[in-house]
């Protein structure tokens, strides 16, 4: 069952004013954030229904989000050529199932640590880089 009031089941304006829907995929759907410090850096958000834990899907789902989680990693890799890519799954304060795809560049912001959540000062894109790191990405799924 879907929740009013989650940005992730609802898709407001909070939704949009943070991140750009890229796809749906097979149990979530791709959004590109728009803070770009970590080039790339993308959401797989659960899409079937509102939870919050990875525990809390059936095998079958579980297994289509790791593969969803699995495809977008890949194409975000091949569209900005990390040299890794971070996986995090929080929702301590936004409580839906997610997860963050952070590429990080040797030498680039905390390479050798853990990613920031808000980086400061944010880094925006053009509508034109956003659409070009879009089409890549959607090239490479």
Do not use: W
């Not at 879907?2 to 949009?16: A, Q, R």
């Not at 301590?92 to 040797?106: A, M, N, S």
């Amino acid at each position: 069952m879907k929740d009013p009031n989650c940005m992730y089941c609802s898709e407001n304006e909070k939704l949009d004013s943070l991140m750009l829907y890229i796809c749906d995929m097979g149990v979530s759907k791709l959004y590109l954030f728009r803070e770009q410090t970590y080039y790339g850096r993308c959401i797989v958000a659960y899409a079937k229904d509102h939870v919050n834990e990875f525990y809390e899907l059936s095998d079958e789902d579980a297994n289509a989000f790791a593969k969803d989680i699995r495809v977008a990693a890949e194409a975000i890799a091949k569209a900005v050529n990390p040299r890794k890519m971070n996986y995090g799954m929080y929702s301590d304060k936004l409580p839906h199932l997610h997860c963050h795809l952070v590429p990080k560049q040797e030498g680039g912001h905390t390479f050798g640590g853990t990613f920031e959540m808000n980086v400061e000062p944010p880094k925006y894109l053009t509508e034109e880089g956003y659409a070009e790191i879009i089409a890549k990405i959607k090239a490479n799924l």
